[in-house]
C-alpha cells in the first residue's frame, strides 16, 4: 500500500483519537490516560485506556488495541482504507488516487456491494413483474404497504436458477464474484446458480445504508422456510442486526428487539420505527455491543412460544453484561409482534404501545418465570423458588436494587429478609470466588504465554520474548533513539519470529525515511496484531534514558539468541531484564 507519507502525516495532524473514539465511548481522565468502557466486549467497569499523547487505545479486559484507523475498523466493520477514507472525510480531507491498492470497484469487497446492489434493484423488479405475482400477494396479505416494500426494498428471487446470475453477468460481474457475494452457489461442474429461488426477498443494510446480505423466504413448502446470505468479505450474521440502519435514527434512548424480519417491518409500519431484530441467529455478543452504541434501554418482545422464551432468557445474560437496561414484552395469546398487530386491526398500534408502557424488567420476568409451575403453599418448593430468587437477585450490582427486590420478596411470601440475604451474600461470595479463580488462572496462562495465538514461540522463549516487545514498544515511543537501533541491532538476533517481522518493518520504514507511530505502522498489520503492539506499549512505558534502556534489551537479545537450549529456555524468566533496568535507574539518582 501506498499512500502519500506526507498525506497520512496531515491526516495525523488534523485527528485527535480521543474525540474519534468519544463519537463512540464516554472516556475520563485517569492520569495520563483517558479511560472507558470497551465497545468491543462486554465490559462492566471501565478497561479501556485511550493514549491521547501517543495516538493509541488498548483494552485491558479483551486485548483490543491499536490506532485511531484500527478503532474505525474494528467498531464499523472496516477495511483499511474504508477507515482511512472515513478518517479523511471527518478531517476534510481527500484520499489522493492509489491505483497500485484500491482500484475502485474492482476490489473484490466494493465489487460485492454493487454486485449486491444490483442483486437488490433485480430482486425489487421481478416482484413487480408476472414472475413475482404470488410474492407480492403474499405481501400484500400480511398487509405490507408499498411504503414499506419500498423503504426497506423488498423484492423477489425467480423460481429459475440463473435467473439472477445471467442478470449480473450481463453486468460484467465474474463467476467468483457472484460465488464469494454468496448470491450464487458453485455446482459440481464449476458453474454458478441462484442462491435463492422463489423466495421474497429481505435486503441487509448496513450502517452506512448500504446492502450487504439477503435473507429469503420461500413461497412453497420447501425448506428451510429462511435462508440467509451466508459470511463472506462485507458480511457477518453475528456482527449485524435487520433494520439497526434506521431504527438507529428513531432510538431516542431504546431499541426493541424482535426476532424476524416481519416482525420488524410491521412494527415500522405501525411507527415503531426503533425495532431491530437478529439474522437467523441467537443474539450474539457483537449484536448487544451494537445495541449499547444506540440506546440505554432495550425491550426484548420475542416470540411467546416456548424456543421464544429460551430465546429471550438467553438474550438477557448477553444484554444485561453490556449494562443496558433490560425490559420484556410478552406477547399475549402465543402470539409473535407481527401476528398481534394483524389481530388487532386498528386498535392493534394503541394495545402494543400499552403493552410496551406495561412491559417489566428482566429480574421481574425471570422471578415469575421461576414461579411457574410451583405451588407455593408447598414448603419444598417454596425454599426453592426462596432460594432461586434471592440468588438472582444477588446478581444486581447495585445494592439499592438489591434490597428493594429482596424486601418485596420478604413481604410476599412472609419470609424474613435478614435470612433471604443471607443466601444473597453467600451466591455473591461463591461468584466472586470462582472469578477470582478465574482470573488468577487467566494471568497464569497470559504469563507463560502458552496459548499465544500470534507469538507462538514466546512461551519457549519467555525472556527473549520479553525483551523484544520491550524494544519495540521504546522504538515507537521514542522514534529518535528507533533510528539508531534500527542501525545498530541486527534483525537476525530477534529470537521470535511473530516479533522479527514486526522489527523489520520497522527497521525498513525508518530506512526509508517514513514514520512508526501507530498511525504510520497499522496499514502494515492485521487488526489482531495491531491489537499485540498496543499491548507492548501500554505494557512499556516511555524510559528516560531510551538508549541505554535499548541496551539492556539487545544485551539479553544477544544472550538469547547465542544459547538456545530447550533446558536453558525453560528456566528463563523475565526478573533479570527488571533489575537491570532498576540498576540503572539507581545509578542515575
Not at 3 to 24: G, H, M, N, W
Not at 56 to 71: L, M, N, P, R, S
Not at 188 to 217: E, K
Not at 370 to 398: F, K
Request: glycine share 6%; net charge neutral; proline share 3%.
Amino acid at each position: 500500500m501506498s499512500i502519500p507519507e506526507d498525506f497520512v502525516q496531515e491526516l495525523k495532524s488534523r485527528t485527535d483519537i480521543a474525540d474519534v473514539i468519544s463519537d463512540y465511548v464516554t472516556l475520563k481522565r485517569s492520569g495520563r490516560t483517558l479511560m472507558g468502557v470497551c465497545p468491543f466486549h462486554n465490559d462492566r467497569s471501565p478497561s479501556f485506556s485511550v493514549s491521547r499523547e501517543n495516538g493509541f487505545f488498548y483494552c485491558f479486559g479483551c486485548g483490543a488495541g491499536g490506532d485511531v484507523i484500527t478503532f474505525l475498523r474494528k467498531i464499523e466493520n472496516l477495511d483499511y482504507m474504508e477507515a482511512l477514507r472515513k478518517l479523511a472525510s471527518r478531517a476534510g480531507m481527500t484520499i489522493p488516487e492509489n491505483k497500485g491498492y484500491d482500484q475502485g470497484l474492482m476490489s473484490i469487497k466494493s465489487r460485492i456491494y454493487e454486485a449486491n446492489k444490483e442483486a437488490g434493484r433485480f430482486y425489487f423488479k421481478q416482484l413487480y413483474s408476472p414472475d413475482g405475482k404470488n410474492a407480492l400477494e403474499y405481501l400484500k396479505k400480511r398487509q405490507i404497504s408499498e411504503t414499506m416494500i419500498r423503504k426497506f426494498g423488498l423484492g423477489y428471487s425467480p423460481n429459475n436458477r440463473f435467473a439472477l446470475v445471467n442478470h449480473l453477468k450481463s453486468k460484467g460481474f465474474s463467476d467468483n464474484e457472484l460465488i464469494t457475494a454468496n448470491l450464487a452457489n458453485q455446482s459440481r461442474n464449476g458453474y454458478p446458480f441462484d442462491r435463492f429461488s422463489d423466495r421474497v426477498m429481505f435486503p441487509i443494510f448496513d450502517l452506512s445504508g448500504r446492502v450487504i446480505a439477503f435473507g429469503g423466504r420461500i413461497m412453497s413448502d420447501i425448506k428451510p422456510k429462511y435462508l440467509n446470505t451466508s459470511d463472506t468479505p462485507v458480511f457477518n450474521k453475528s456482527r449485524n442486526l435487520f433494520g439497526l440502519n434506521t431504527a438507529k435514527n428513531h432510538a431516542n434512548g431504546t431499541l426493541i428487539l424482535v426476532e424476524g424480519y416481519m416482525d420488524v417491518i410491521s412494527l415500522h409500519q405501525a411507527g415503531f420505527e426503533n425495532a431491530v431484530a437478529t439474522l437467523g441467529t441467537a443474539l450474539t455478543n457483537e449484536q448487544a455491543m451494537m445495541i449499547k452504541r444506540y440506546c440505554e434501554d432495550v425491550v426484548i418482545c420475542y416470540d411467546s412460544d416456548e424456543a421464544g422464551q429460551k430465546a429471550t432468557q438467553r438474550a438477557i445474560g448477553i444484554l444485561r453484561s453490556t449494562g443496558l437496561n433490560i425490559r420484556i414484552l410478552t406477547v399475549p395469546d402465543g402470539k409473535d409482534p407481527d401476528e398481534f398487530m394483524k389481530s388487532h386491526g386498528d386498535k392493534g398500534v394503541s394495545l402494543f404501545r400499552r403493552l410496551l408502557e406495561k412491559s417489566g424488567n428482566d429480574i421481574e420476568y425471570r422471578l415469575n418465570k421461576m414461579r411457574e409451575g410451583l405451588d407455593l403453599e408447598n414448603n419444598d418448593q417454596r425454599v426453592q423458588y426462596l432460594t432461586n430468587a434471592a440468588e438472582l437477585i444477588s446478581e444486581l450490582d447495585n445494592p439499592v436494587t438489591q434490597d428493594v427486590y429482596l424486601t418485596k420478596l420478604s413481604n410476599e411470601l412472609d419470609v424474613q429478609k435478614s435470612a433471604l440475604k443471607s443466601i444473597a451474600d453467600k451466591a455473591a461470595g461463591k461468584r466472586m470466588k470462582k472469578k477470582r479463580i478465574e482470573m488468577q488462572r487467566q494471568v497464569e496462562i497470559d504469563f507463560s504465554a502458552v496459548k499465544d495465538t500470534l507469538n507462538k514461540e514466546k512461551h519457549l522463549n519467555l525472556r527473549a520474548a520479553n525483551a523484544e516487545e520491550a524494544l519495540i514498544a521504546l522504538m515507537i515511543l521514542n522514534p529518535d533513539t528507533a533510528k539508531k537501533i534500527a542501525e545498530e541491532f541486527p534483525t537476525d538476533k530477534f529470537v521470535t519470529t511473530f516479533n522479527r517481522n514486526i522489527y523489520t518493518i520497522l527497521c525498513e520504514r525508518i530506512k526509508n525515511d517514513k514514520g512508526i507511530t501507530m498511525s504510520d505502522i497499522s496499514g502494515d498489520f492485521s487488526l489482531d496484531e495491531i491489537g499485540r503492539i498496543a499491548k507492548m506499549l501500554i505494557s512499556h512505558q516511555r524510559e528516560d534514558d531510551p538508549y541505554s534502556a535499548a541496551k539492556i534489551y539487545t544485551d539479553i537479545l544477544y544472550e538469547e539468541s547465542e544459547r538456545m537450549t530447550p533446558e536453558q529456555i525453560a528456566s528463563a524468566d523475565n526478573d533479570s531484564i527488571m533489575e537491570q533496568l532498576r540498576k540503572m535507574k539507581m545509578k542515575k539518582q
